[in-house]
């Protein structure tokens, strides 16, 4: 299989969402610091750049955040290229090779919420070069985590509070407000 690499931008102007044509990983993982990617070889090796500064991973994209005195003109091309011979040779994105699936927990109320999100959130999150989960629901607030180029992005609040509170409103009246919390 040939495997093809192109390049998506996403909200987030220190990040780049590099798409494969093939599933890298089922969920997701994020490397935020050279230390949390010792676990993880693909991670590891892109770290060894010194303009990756943050790795993170989903179905069939990586998405890789850059250091603020870099180009994306300039790095673009040699991610594309490490990218695609990283794919290629089959690096790892995790160590441990453990086919968890999403289960939810909780009451009737938080697993609806939880649905939401997976059904119609995560998609749209993901299509940005993000991941978006659930983090818990007390006294109407639902608490989210916000990673990959979600992170520190100028518009996930925008879409916090416009996107994923209406939604989540409109669907569980119970919800009154979501908050994200930063890593």
Avoid at 23 to 50: C, H, M, V, W, Y
Avoid at 100 to 119: C, M, R, T, Y
Wanted: aromatic share 10%.
């Amino acid at each position: 299989m040939t495997i093809n690499v192109y390049t998506e931008q996403t909200p987030n102007p220190a990040t780049m969402k590099f798409m494969v044509n093939k599933l890298l990983i089922n969920g997701s993982e994020d490397f935020a610091t050279r230390e949390s990617a010792e676990q993880s070889p693909f991670a590891k090796e892109l770290f060894k750049f010194n303009f990756v500064n943050g790795v993170f991973f989903a179905s069939n994209f990586v998405t890789i955040t850059k250091t603020e005195d870099a180009e994306w003109a300039d790095l673009e091309p040699i991610l594309k290229e490490f990218v695609k011979g990283a794919v290629e040779s089959e690096y790892k994105i995790k160590e441990e090779t453990s086919d968890e699936v999403a289960a939810f927990e909780g009451s009737d109320l938080e697993i609806k919420i939880q649905q939401i999100l997976h059904d119609y959130v995560r998609p749209a999150v993901e299509q940005d070069g993000g991941a978006i989960s659930y983090k818990s629901f007390d006294e109407g607030v639902v608490t989210v985590e916000l990673r990959g180029s979600c992170s520190g992005c100028p518009s996930s609040t925008i879409t916090l509070k416009s996107g994923i509170q209406n939604l989540l409103q409109r669907m569980v009246p119970e919800v009154k407000e979501v908050v994200s919390e930063s890593l």
